[in-house]
């Protein structure tokens, strides 16, 4: 499915804009900003270069390129902008690359990347690509399959069925691998603006505990705490008949007392259609990182 960057901003209510950041066990991997020492601020390692169209080597804006470990499943990425040309902060180390423009996916050619160098990834994409990509929608569910009208039952039905296949698959919600080993995982309680979740709509006598929170309560415990809390976080949830699409990922909350480290997370808006009872996993649109 291909998606504008217009309409992932506005989807993804939660991401928190930033460029590129370095990893940290500790955070998210993709696309974020944590504090470095001094001397890590001196040695700049990263990927850059400039996408442009094949045929007339016009620049390509909006393309996000992705570099992920070697070994690893979750990457850093950037979008290229105006003039074609992004960069991506990372640490040293070998490194897979794809570009992702609509709902194409473009594989690039393995890059080893050495402290203190800049390595390049400069990508031309087909000329046919770039004209069919145009304005981009997200995966939606299609006309007629009934009224956009959900009860906040049936928003708690879905979120259920949603955390269930977490269960299952972490890595089925962007980033969700990062939460495993917590003794209690946080649902915000909100969705979107228009329904606030109880725990009905949490799974019972799993392996894991969820507990449902506002984020002003999420907020109080990195206070209380002086660390990260994360969190799932259901962003948006449109139901037509049986068939809803969902904005959900892992977001962060900083204690104030380290507010001025900016830390990014990853999205996603998945499709999902409800059978025999039971909401199912259909697609997902793309992973947006910011």
Known sequence: MRVSRVHKQAILLFLVACRSAPAHDAAPLSHRQVAASEAEREVETAIEGIVIDAKTREAVEGA?????????????TDTSYDDGKYRIDVPAGAYHGRVYLGDAEVPLADVDVKAGEVARWDVELDHALVERVGEETAPSCPAGAGQAVASARQVEELVHDILERFVQEPASIADGEMLMGRDVIYVDADVGDQTRLTPAALPRGRSMAFV?????????I?????????????????????????????????????????VCSCSSI?????????????????????
């Open 64 to 76: 996000t390129i992705v570099a992920t470990p070697v070994g690893r499943t979750t990457g850093y």
């Open 222 to 262: 990195a206070d209380l705490t002086g660390t990260q809390v994360r969190y799932i976080s259901i962003s948006s949830a449109e139901i037509i008949g049986d068939c809803a699409t969902v904005g959900v990922g892992v977001d962060i909350l900083q204690p104030a007392s380290k507010r001025a480290i900016s």
């Open 212 to 220: 449902v929170k506002t984020r002003a309560e999420l907020q109080q």
């Open 270 to 290: 998945d499709l999902y259609g409800k059978r025999d009872g039971k909401w199912q996993f259909k697609v997902s649109a793309f992973q947006m990182c910011g």
